[in-house]
């Protein structure tokens, strides 16, 4: 397969990130910005729990030709708002520093995903491959993000890698950290191997790049 990437008038930064090593990114008493707390990652993968008594907010294997992986559907609630807002907030200080691209909001629900290792068998292993997150029908995609709500030291593989080249770009992976890229980097999540890897993903949308 043949990927073309838009021209050099858009800014090539690869991603930029709140770093949950960092106790600079963590937004100070009062606030909604920059990386989550332990407490924080440890709620939002109990949503989890209440979201699996609804079968319709569950589904496993999204197109499996390409995800491997347990999913729920986070929709912004009462419950949520606080989540929602700390995520937008993000995304538009980071567009308006790195990309300054045309944005709307997040208008597709947020997904909670989980790579088990338990579920692997000879055959499959829960991982996602190579894609881009803005091909058709979802072109509207302008930033893709990725929650790490799992401790590195819990689980092996499932590693999230964005390549502008042939070697992928070197990504904190601590608990809290949130990685905001353009979506029409290639990226992927390799097989896990041991235990479990939970991570929030989404997409803040506005129109088609021209």
Not at 29 to 40: H, L, M, P, V
Not at 50 to 68: I, V
Request: aromatic fraction near 14%; proline fraction near 5%; charged fraction near 20%.
């Amino acid at each position: 397969m043949f990927w073309m990437y838009p021209e050099k008038k858009y800014n090539q930064t690869p991603f930029t990130c709140y770093d949950g090593s960092q106790p600079s990114h963590f937004c100070q008493k009062g606030e909604n910005w920059g990386a989550f707390t332990t407490q924080e990652c440890d709620l939002i993968i109990s949503f989890s729990q209440n979201l699996f008594k609804d079968k319709s907010h569950r589904f496993e294997g999204l197109h499996q030709n390409y995800r491997q992986a347990n999913a729920w559907e986070i929709s912004q609630t009462e419950t949520t708002n606080w989540l929602w807002q700390r995520l937008i907030n993000n995304l538009i200080t980071a567009n308006n520093r790195w990309w300054n691209y045309d944005i709307v909001g997040i208008i597709e629900p947020l997904q909670l995903l989980c790579y088990d290792s338990t579920n692997n068998s000879n055959q499959i292993k829960d991982n996602c491959d190579l894609h881009i997150d803005n091909e058709y029908p979802f072109s509207c995609r302008k930033i893709s993000f990725s929650v790490e709500l799992s401790d590195p030291k819990t689980y092996e593989g499932a590693k999230l890698n964005l390549y502008l080249q042939e070697n992928p770009q070197i990504l904190p992976i601590n608990k809290g950290t949130m990685i905001m890229f353009p979506s029409f980097i290639l990226h992927e999540v390799t097989p896990i191997i041991e235990g479990k890897r939970w991570e929030l993903i989404g997409w803040i949308s506005g129109p088609q790049f021209r």
